[in-house]
């Protein structure tokens, strides 16, 4: 795919298989973002900045802060329909 099409996929405009948080004032970062984009045509990943108030309730589950994704990416697996219903009955 190329640039032009490419278009950012945030938590709440889709059902992902993981969501990459991201340093979202790190070039590098953002790059590596259209990277991925560019790669996954099913849009099976999603993707947050970590300084937004979208990744704070990912970052939460994961044991992580907005600071240790400095200049990083996290991927966070999102819980399968399954995997939630059993951490509900337990």
């Known amino acids: 795919g190329g640039r032009g ?3 950012l996929r945030t938590p709440v405009q889709g059902d992902f298989e993981g969501v990459i948080v991201y ?3 790190c070039a590098l970062c953002n790059a590596g973002v259209r990277f991925v984009i560019d790669r996954d045509p ?3 990943v999603g993707f947050v900045a970590a ?3 979208a990744a704070a309730p990912l970052l939460a589950r994961a044991g992580l802060t907005a600071d ?3 200049r990083r990416f996290a991927f966070i697996p999102t819980p399968t329909p399954t995997a939630a219903a ?3 009955t337990t």
């Open 5 to 7: 099409g490419s278009k």
């Open 68 to 70: 240790d994704i400095d």
């Open 51 to 53: 300084q937004s108030k």
């Open 42 to 44: 099913f849009a099976r």
């Open 23 to 25: 340093d979202g004032v």
């Open 86 to 88: 059993t951490a509900a």
